[in-house]
């Protein structure tokens, strides 16, 4: 009887919690939660409000690593998408789609109809949302070489595509970016042809008077700035130097060593008001940095795109620990290719991506003491060689050992071959449609005054991130089924509706289930009825 229907297209929710303004949103919701203690649970509840501002306006991303392989694959997908191409591959014809986004290419449940039917609606569709195909894209590539020999370079896209995308992509050129090469492998100076020159401080200026004649030129409402390019060494955090935001400016104006081109680029970000994403393992975000986005009230998020291996880890500790099974031992091998694995080659590199990608069990271990005990922890092994003869094709090995049922071992070997960049542009499409979002949500709680922005540290945007960076005091989540949730039910509060679960009890008792066939037939014959 029951089935899946997906509706496309605007919805509006018919609810004394929401309305609709000209320019907004507006929701009640009633937040729910369970306070635990000592052995004592009680149910919480908070009322609150929800606005939502409609207009999203013309929004441009500048993306830092903008020639290499995921800048190029980013905006080449837009200019495919918005174009609407199709091209021939060996095994036919294609054509351009946002597969792999969440946003664009996966759906949300949103409620049943009168029949009991799941009622699934596009994630975009829930709440006004930016579209790539309307962004203006730019930014900056420490190689100068245009998108169209770039995307050339990189081999991620399909010949006849790249053919058809050419004339487009060889008009855009990168800015000048920095480069500062004691943070980045020592391979990565060949391509070191475009970079600004000066002090730190002045090339912090460039970079903010770039963002501004950026916004300006192309007459936009709003931008936003992604770091997709190397992988920096973990920088030092020195009292007096980077700690708090009034020593990380002055350290920068006195040309500090110990300051970073990404922390750079977030400083210029944060004084310019847009919204800062970190896609490497790098640790950006110094604490001068955390502090200076809170006194800009000013957004950021990272670390690290997770997209092929971490993001299938996630999913699998998830299942093995919530299923009662003891995971004691994650052995992780990947080998590729682009200019990633050339400069993860290095050391210090590599060590900024293994703390990445270790850290991402902790959550789903730390939840079952039936299984750790306090400090225990799963033996995890993460390797990363550069194999250049496979290019963007990255080849991830993984082996699962756990212990099952009175002392029997469970193994679970995993070969994944992930695209490296068709897998991680969708992130960046994510990432930047979620983080304008939240730019326009806000929330009252009963009793004040005053609209609430997000946490400058937008937690919301883990799902896309490998290393979570989440406000001093919050748990860190890596469960990616939980991650989603959360999106989901955060939008949906934006709406005034009560968080999606599972419990379907519509369908679990004999007098609800009489009374769901009674509408069914009802509308049989009403249908029925009308045609005749």
Not at 86 to 105: C, D, R
Not at 161 to 187: C, G, R, T, W
Not at 232 to 255: C, H, P
Not at 311 to 338: Q, R, T
Request: a negative charge; one cysteine or more; aromatic letters at 8%.
């Amino acid at each position: 009887m029951s089935s899946y229907i997906n509706l496309d297209g605007e919805f509006t929710v018919e609810s004394e919690s929401c309305t609709y303004t000209s320019d907004s949103i507006v929701a009640d919701y009633t937040y729910e939660t369970t306070m635990v203690d000592g052995n004592v649970v009680k149910p919480v509840t908070k009322k609150m409000q929800f606005k939502t501002e409609k207009k999203v306006g013309k929004v441009g991303v500048m993306l830092v690593g903008l020639g290499g392989n995921n800048g190029t694959t980013c905006v080449a997908g837009a200019i495919a998408n918005k174009l609407g191409l199709e091209w021939e591959t060996k095994e036919g014809p294609m054509k351009a789609n946002y597969w792999g986004s969440l946003i664009l290419a996966s759906t949300a449940k949103l409620g049943n109809d009168a029949e009991g039917n799941s009622v699934y609606v596009p994630m975009k569709n829930m709440l006004p949302m930016a579209n790539p195909n309307d962004i203006v894209w730019g930014g900056w590539d420490i190689n100068g070489m245009n998108l169209g020999e770039a995307m050339k370079r990189s081999k991620v896209l399909d010949v006849q595509l790249q053919q058809k995308l050419y004339p487009h992509m060889e008009k855009i050129k990168p800015l000048k970016s920095v480069y500062f090469p004691d943070f980045i492998a020592a391979n990565q100076g060949e391509r070191a042809d475009n970079v600004l020159t000066g002090t730190k401080q002045e090339q912090m200026e460039q970079l903010r008077k770039d963002i501004k004649d950026f916004k300006t030129n192309n007459s936009l409402d709003k931008v936003l700035v992604l770091w997709t390019a190397n992988t920096e060494r973990f920088a030092s955090v020195e009292e007096s130097v980077n700690d708090t935001a009034d020593n990380l400016l002055a350290s920068i104006a006195r040309d500090e060593a110990e300051i970073s081109a990404s922390t750079v680029f977030a400083v210029a970000s944060i004084l310019e008001g847009c919204t800062f994403i970190n896609g490497s393992p790098q640790n950006t975000f110094v604490p001068g940095v955390i502090e200076l986005a809170r006194k800009h009230k000013c957004f950021i998020a990272g670390d690290d795109f997770k997209s092929g291996q971490t993001k299938m880890k996630s999913v699998l500790v998830d299942f093995l620990v919530s299923a009662g099974i003891k995971p004691v031992s994650i052995v992780s091998y990947n080998h590729l290719g682009n200019n990633d694995g050339k400069n993860l080659s290095a050391p210090s590199q590599f060590r900024s991506k293994e703390i990445s990608k270790s850290n991402v069990v902790d959550d789903m271990v730390a939840s079952n003491r039936i299984l750790f005990e306090e400090d225990e922890h799963p033996d995890h092994c993460v390797v990363i060689k550069y194999v250049p003869y496979v290019a963007d094709s990255k080849r991830a090995m993984d082996e699962y050992t756990s212990e099952i049922f009175m002392g029997g071992k469970n193994t679970i070997v995993m070969h994944n071959t992930c695209e490296d960049s068709l897998l991680a542009t969708p992130l960046i499409y994510d990432l930047v449609i979620l983080g304008e979002l939240c730019e326009r949500i806000q929330i009252k709680f009963e009793g004040q005054d005053k609209w609430e922005s997000f946490h400058p540290i937008l937690s919301l945007l883990s799902y896309m991130l490998k290393a979570p960076l989440v406000p001093s005091g919050a748990p860190v989540v890596n469960a990616l089924f939980t991650q989603r949730c959360g999106i989901i039910n955060v939008m949906r509060a934006c709406l005034g509706l009560a968080p999606d679960n599972h419990m379907t009890l519509e369908h679990r008792f004999e007098s609800t289930l009489a009374e769901l066939q009674e509408q069914a037939s009802t509308k049989h014959v009403d249908k029925k009825a009308r045609t005749q």
